[in-house]
């Protein structure tokens, strides 16, 4: 004959359920996430380019003509990471850093887009001497937020006006 007797650890019958429930669910979420993860397509690290592709494909583009989509087609992503998208404040700041001396030496182009704050907008690529190309024949380059030698850095930076390059300008070269 059975116990009739309250159980004191209590019913722990109902408890181990949702413990199950929770390890189940929890394996599912874990499961969905490397899922996730491994069938994501890849970002693909940046390619070396030549100075002398990089030069090419700067003098592609042509203020005024160029529409800004078309600056991924010639080599020069804009959806990647390390590019960096300048707003109408940042522009001032980056063109004109402490007084407007340096503004009034800026391309008619540059000061008409600088001066209307609306549509006006820059990329800015910097690349970094790849490295390994020390030795090479061909000067390479990838993309770098920051580089360990200033003077091997090449700077390009494009003013986005109405959705066309309205200047461009490359340093470092």
Same mark, same amino acid.
């Not at 390890?23 to 979420?29: D, E, I, Q, R, W």
């Not at 020069?76 to 404040?89: E, Q």
């Not at 000061?111 to 020390?134: D, H, I, M, W």
């Given at each position: ?57 700067? /003098? %592609?583009?042509?203020?005024? $003509?160029?529409? !800004? ?10 959806? +990647?990471? *390390? ?44 690349? /970094? %001497?790849?490295?390994?190309? $020390?030795?090479? !024949? ?10 360990? +030698?200033? *003077? ?22």
């Amino acid at each position: 004959m059975r116990d009739r007797r309250p159980n004191l650890r209590g019913n722990r019958g109902g408890i181990s359920k949702k413990i199950g429930l929770w390890c189940v669910g929890a394996f599912v979420l874990l499961a969905l996430l490397a899922a996730n993860l491994y069938l994501r397509p890849g970002q693909a690290a940046p390619e070396d380019v030549s100075l002398e592709a990089l030069k090419g494909a700067y /003098a %592609r583009v042509m203020p005024g $003509e160029t529409p !800004a989509p078309e600056l991924t087609k010639l080599g020069f992503d804009t959806g +990647n990471g *390390g590019v960096r998208c300048l707003t109408y404040l940042a522009l001032m700041e980056y063109f004109a850093p402490r007084d407007s001396a340096g503004f009034d030496d800026l391309d008619p182009a540059a000061q008409k887009c600088l001066n209307t704050p609306e549509g006006c907008s820059a990329y800015v690529f910097r690349l /970094a %001497r790849a490295s390994g190309s $020390e030795h090479q !024949a061909a000067f390479g380059f990838v993309n770098a937020a920051e580089a360990a +030698n200033p *003077g091997a850095v090449v700077e390009v930076v494009f003013l986005v006006q109405d959705g066309r390059v309205a200047y461009k300008a490359m340093t470092g070269v």
